[in-house]
C-alpha cells in the first residue's frame, strides 16, 4: 500500500512542479545553449558520450545549466549519482558516500558521479576529504559553483579537475526555451511578448520558464490574452547577476576602466549604472575614478583629476542614491577627456631606473646648501637660478651616471604638447 500512495504522489508531484522542473533536459540533445561547453565536437561532449568524464567544476551563473549537465552526465554514462549540497554536507557526509562509491565498485565495477552544488561553501577541511577519492578515481566530482572557482576552491582540487564556465544565455536561446514552455503550457505567446521575457530573464533559463508560467497563469485568471503587462508583473526581480565581493565586483570594474579608457561613454555608463544597482561601494569605484584620471589622462586634461576627487568628496558628503549623479558627470567627463598614459610611464621608467641603478646621488649643485659648512663640501656650487638666468631653465638635473635618460614624452593628446 504504502508503494501505491509513494507511485501516486510521485506522478501528482510530477504534473505539480514548476515549469523549469518539468522540462529540466534529460539528454544532451534536449539541453540548450553552452555550445562552447557541450555543442557537437567539444571535448566535453566527447568525453560524455564516450562515458570517460574528468572530474570537473562547472561554474557559471543561476540558471545557466550547471545541475541539469551533471544530471545528463550521470544518465548518459550509467554512473551512480549521488548529490550534496555543500550548505549543509559535512565531512562525514563526504566520507560516507566515498565509502559507498568503493563498495559499489567493488561489488559492481559500477563507478559513482558525486555532484557537490555550491562547492565554493566547502572549507579547506571539507574540501580536503574529497581529494583521496578524486585523486584516485573513486569517484568522479562536478562541482557546481555560481563563483569563479580560482578564487574559492583550494589549489590541489583545482589541479585535480577541469574546470568550465557556462555563460547566461543569450535571448536567442532564451527564446527557444520560451517556445518550449508555451508548448507545455499550451499557451499562445506573442512573438513581443516571448522577446520580452527572454529579456527580463537575465540570461536565466529557469527564471525564464518562471517568469512564462506566472504570467501565462495571470493572463488566464483574468480571462484575457497574454500581453506584456503580465510579463511585467511576473518579472518584479531584477535581471542582475552581481556579486560585490566576488568575481562580477572586478569583472565590472575592469570592463568600466577599460571602456572608460577607451572613449565608449555610453559602455561606462552602463557598467557604472551595473554596480550601483548591484550594491557595489561607491568609494571603491571614485577611487578607481582617481586613479584613472592620472593613469589613463594624466597632463592631457590635468582638469580631470579635480573632477574625479570631486566626485570622491560628493560621495562622502552626499552619499548613494544621490552622489550616482556626480559619479555619472565624473564617468562622462573621464570618458570624453583626451589621454594620455605618459606620465603613468615615466613614473613607471623611472621607478626601474631607481630599482636597477640605486638612488644615485644628485649633482652637487643641486644638493642642499642649507646648513654651515655645506659650501666647504662643495653643495650648491654652480647652481643656476632660473628666475635669475634662462639658462637654469635648459639644464639636466639628473645625476651624473642617467643624463640624457628620458622618463616622460609628452602625447601631444589634449593639453599635454
Not at 551533471?70 to 565531512?91: C, D, M, N, P
Not at 503550457?185 to 508560467?213: F, Q, S
Not at 542582475?240 to 577607451?262: C, E, N, P, Q
Not at 640605486?358 to 649643485?365: D, I, K
Request: glycine share 10%.
Amino acid at each position: 500500500m504504502g508503494d501505491l500512495f509513494s507511485e501516486a504522489a510521485g506522478r501528482r508531484l510530477g504534473a505539480s512542479a514548476p515549469l523549469a522542473q518539468r522540462l529540466r533536459p534529460s539528454s544532451l540533445d534536449e539541453f540548450v545553449g553552452q555550445e562552447h561547453v557541450v555543442g557537437r565536437g567539444r571535448a566535453l561532449r566527447l568525453a560524455i558520450e564516450n562515458d570517460r568524464v574528468p572530474s570537473m567544476i562547472l561554474f557559471g551563473p543561476p540558471g545557466s545549466g550547471k545541475t541539469t549537465l551533471a544530471r545528463i552526465v550521470a544518465q548518459t554514462t550509467g554512473a551512480e549519482f549521488e548529490e550534496l549540497s555543500a550548505v549543509s554536507a559535512t565531512v562525514a557526509n563526504v566520507r560516507d558516500v566515498l565509502k559507498r562509491a568503493r563498495e559499489l565498485l567493488g561489488a559492481s565495477g559500477r563507478r559513482t558521479i558525486l555532484f557537490l552544488d555550491e562547492i565554493h561553501r566547502f572549507n579547506k577541511a571539507q574540501q580536503d576529504a574529497l581529494l583521496p577519492g578524486v585523486e584516485e578515481g573513486l569517484v568522479t566530482l562536478i562541482g557546481a559553483t555560481t563563483e569563479n572557482p580560482y578564487f574559492e576552491v583550494n589549489s590541489a582540487l583545482l589541479s585535480r579537475t577541469q574546470i568550465y564556465e557556462l555563460e547566461p544565455h543569450s535571448a536567442e536561446t532564451l527564446r527557444d526555451v520560451v517556445e518550449r514552455g508555451a508548448a507545455t503550457l499550451e499557451a499562445e505567446v506573442p512573438p513581443d511578448v516571448g522577446e520580452l521575457i527572454a529579456t527580463r530573464a537575465g540570461g536565466d533559463a529557469r527564471n525564464a520558464l518562471n517568469i512564462l508560467e506566472l504570467s501565462v497563469e495571470t493572463a488566464r485568471a483574468e480571462g484575457l490574452p497574454l500581453e506584456t503587462r503580465h510579463v511585467d508583473d511576473a518579472a518584479r526581480k531584477r535581471p542582475l547577476a552581481y556579486d560585490k565581493g566576488g568575481d562580477k565586483h572586478y569583472d565590472f570594474i575592469s570592463a568600466w576602466i577599460k571602456s572608460t579608457r577607451a572613449g565608449d561613454v555610453q559602455a561606462s555608463l552602463y557598467y557604472l549604472a551595473a554596480m550601483l544597482e548591484g550594491g557595489e561601494d561607491a568609494r571603491f569605484i571614485v577611487r578607481r575614478m582617481i586613479v584613472l584620471a592620472s593613469e589613463d589622462i594624466g597632463n592631457a586634461d590635468p582638469q580631470a583629476l579635480l573632477v574625479a576627487v570631486a566626485a570622491a568628496q560628493a560621495v562622502e558628503h552626499v552619499g548613494l542614491p544621490e552622489a550616482r549623479l556626480n559619479l555619472a558627470q565624473a564617468a562622462v567627463y573621464l570618458a570624453r577627456a583626451p589621454k594620455s598614459n605618459a606620465s603613468y610611464v615615466g613614473i613607471g621608467k623611472a621607478t626601474q631606473a631607481v630599482r636597477e641603478r640605486g638612488a644615485l646621488t644628485p649633482p652637487a649643485a643641486l644638493r642642499s646648501a642649507a646648513y654651515p659648512g655645506a659650501k666647504k663640501l662643495g653643495r650648491g656650487t654652480g647652481y643656476i637660478y632660473p628666475h635669475e638666468d634662462p639658462a637654469g631653465f635648459e639644464v639636466d638635473c639628473l645625476p651624473d651616471d642617467l643624463k640624457g635618460t628620458v622618463f616622460y614624452t609628452p602625447s601631444g593628446n589634449g593639453e599635454e604638447t
